[in-house]
């Protein structure tokens, strides 16, 4: 097959662009330059899409032995992902930027480019499988990417490719060493890319200014104030500046965000239990599901997944999703992916919770 590997600057790309041309496939390597005004260097292990990362995957290319390209996709980048994170923490949601990225830019820009130039499939170095056309949990579960790439069609996956769903990053790391990669020991990027310090309030703060308001308990009972809501996440605990502390002694977390009235509920552990919740914007990695369907739920990169029951809604817009134990810190705007076992049904966009 005629093969896209897309070259991040990682290890993990890397030795999935060797081991694609080491399964006898036609591949040429691209870099997505993400960044307008990218930094020379990474901050230790934050971030990406640096000077520094194309180049490393320039060099990755060359000692592979395969054309290499740079593709820029900044503005669809910062229309599609940053612009996007930015509005969905001003209407009080906790976007996941990575799975939008996949969606949006790996899997929708660059796939749909990719495709139209006459190649077969993309390569990237996500942990996943891919099984008789199914979208699979790699097999190092500490490292599963499944969550995030969960956004994926059925034709997306078809077009798809992850050569290192059956390695641990272990494996990966020594495979890199004995091809002669120099990024055998980079470190691996974390939280967010487009943050490269991680301070995501900051972040936040530079393009949505001050907007103070009032922090409250479940009861209504003013307990501290805040310089805008967009700094908290539900299920947050940490820095949340209570004057006051709760009757019983107990810690207490976010439980909503309320950005038209600037409000910011608290409370406790108990009053963050989720048993339902309904999502939009459902993508099915296959036929999409008929009537009631037993399941395990998925609500964060790295959680646990719940056993569950999946309903579509009448006009396939919406799913409803029943959980069989609660779970906590399940906040709007985030993803709930639905797996039968290690296999994606797919995704949806959490909406409200119960």
């Known amino acids: 097959m005629k093969v896209l590997a897309a070259m991040s600057g990682g290890v993990d790309s890397a030795v999935a662009a060797a081991r694609a041309v080491a399964a006898g ?6 870099h997505l330059a993400l960044s ?17 990362d194309a180049r490393d995957a320039r060099r990755a290319a060359d000692v592979i032995g395969i054309p290499f390209y740079v593709w820029d996709l900044a503005d669809r980048f910062r229309q599609d992902v940053v612009d996007d994170f930015v509005a969905e923490y001003a209407a009080g949601r906790t976007p996941n930027p990575c799975l939008r990225c996949n969606e949006k830019i790996k899997f929708t820009a660059v796939l749909d480019k990719a495709l139209a130039l006459g190649f077969d499939a993309v390569c990237t170095g996500h942990y996943a499988r891919i099984v008789a056309g199914r979208l699979l ?3 190092d579960e500490g490292k599963d990417q499944s969550y995030v790439l969960g956004v994926l069609t059925a034709d997306q996956v078809a077009g798809a490719m992850f050569p290192l769903g059956t390695s641990t990053k272990q494996v990966v790391r020594r495979e890199a060493a ?8 980079k470190p691996d990027s974390h939280d967010i890319c487009f943050i490269a310090d991680g301070d995501t309030s900051g972040f936040l703060r530079q393009r949505l200014g ?3 308001g009032s922090i409250v308990d479940s009861s209504g009972t003013t307990v501290g104030e805040h310089d805008g809501a967009y700094a908290f996440t539900v299920g947050q605990r ?9 009757p019983d ?12 009235t600037r409000t910011v509920t608290v409370g406790t552990a108990d009053e963050l239990d989720v048993v339902g919740l309904t999502a939009n914007r459902p993508r099915w990695s296959g036929p999409p599901p008929q009537g009631a369907v037993e399941c395990l739920a998925q609500l964060r990169a790295h959680g646990e997944a719940v056993p569950a029951v999946a309903r579509r809604g009448p006009d396939d817009g919406q799913v409803d999703v029943e959980l069989r134990r609660p779970a906590r810190g399940i906040a709007p705007g985030q993803a709930v992916v639905l797996y039968d076992g290690d296999a994606v049904i797919g995704s949806a966009t959490i909406v409200s919770t119960r």
């Open 25 to 30: 496939h036609d591949v040429t390597g691209v």
């Open 36 to 52: 307008r005004n990218p930094q020379s260097f990474r901050s230790g292990a934050r971030g990406c899409c640096t000077l520094e």
């Open 137 to 139: 949990r790699a097999v």
């Open 178 to 185: 004995d091809r002669g990669l120099a990024v055998a020991e």
């Open 210 to 212: 001050s907007a103070p």
């Open 238 to 246: 940490r820095g949340l500046r209570i004057a006051r502390p709760a």
């Open 249 to 260: 002694g107990r810690p207490r977390y976010v439980l909503d965000i309320s950005p038209v």
